[in-house]
């Protein structure tokens, strides 16, 4: 879990003046050459669009442990998640004596993108763990077929029109959660089937929420947001054999899936750029 505030932070106090050529940590530019300062996400826009779009609980620190490596004027392209130790010494640190290589989980990535959606930043896989326990809203529960032909197809078609192509794939039940989403990053969750095989796989699965995913759901279709490796390694952990799961689109799927190609980034960031 998250850990939560105690008590307050310590005041912060006007920094001794900085040494000529540098500025402190609220500035714009950093101490170390080549490196970028850590900034605290604060504003009152930027949080508010994060806890409306995804429904935050009251337990999850967006307020308090959330930074960035770009001042937010320049709109930062990815927010980390720190925690409550780290926080308390960053903003202790006003002349950067610490030199910060690389601080906190990515939770959030910009999502630039033609259409206008309510919330810019979509969540990050690799922050998934940390943010789902807390999100209330775009959460859809699919059924384990479903979730696994999306997995294999990467790309499927979620409106309801004269082909049935989406009836034919969804039931009515999930095509539901997902008319009940707002378009923009959602995260696909599945039903555990009903036997034991996944308990005794090279990876066990009791818990549903270690196998969901972020997806992008658009006007008529739902793309995957990771990279076919991430795809092919959960088809092999629920069972399926990930080299010959990826199936042929037919030209629909195939279609929907170009119309997302300009608004998902389907392959994730790589780690080392945390």
Not at 90 to 97: A, F, M, Q, S, Y
Not at 160 to 188: H, M, N, Y
Not at 220 to 235: E, F, I, R, T, W
């Amino acid at each position: 879990g998250i850990p939560t505030e105690t008590s307050p932070l310590p005041a912060e106090t006007a920094p001794p003046s900085a040494a000529p050529g540098t500025t402190d940590r609220a500035g714009r530019r950093g101490r170390w050459v080549g490196i970028d300062p850590v900034f605290f996400v604060k504003s009152p826009e930027l949080l508010k669009s994060l806890e409306d779009f995804y429904g935050f609980q009251a337990g999850f620190p967006l307020h308090s442990q959330l930074v960035s490596r770009n001042p937010e004027d320049q709109k930062p392209k990815r927010l980390y998640l720190v925690s409550k130790g780290l926080s308390d010494v960053l903003r202790t640190d006003h002349l950067e004596k610490l030199k910060v290589i690389c601080a906190g989980v990515k939770c959030f990535e910009r999502q630039d993108k033609d259409e206008v959606v309510p919330c810019a930043y979509r969540l990050a896989q690799e922050g998934l763990q940390l943010t789902l326990p807390h999100i209330t809203k775009q959460k859809v529960n699919l059924k384990f077929g479903e979730y696994t032909q999306l997995l294999s197809a990467r790309a499927l078609p979620v409106k309801r029109d004269t082909s049935d192509a989406a009836t034919k794939i969804f039931c009515p039940e999930s095509l539901k959660q997902f008319d009940g989403c707002v378009p923009g990053c959602c995260v696909i969750i599945p039903e555990l089937p009903e036997t034991t095989d996944l308990l005794h796989s090279f990876a066990p699965v009791t818990n549903p929420e270690d196998l969901a995913i972020t997806c992008w759901l658009g006007k008529v279709s739902v793309s995957l947001m990771v990279s076919k490796a991430d795809a092919a390694q959960l088809l092999e952990r629920v069972g399926v054999d990930g080299r010959k799961a990826f199936v042929q689109p037919k030209p629909e799927s195939k279609r929907h899936e170009k119309e997302n190609e300009s608004i998902a980034n389907v392959e994730d960031v790589p780690s080392s750029e945390l």
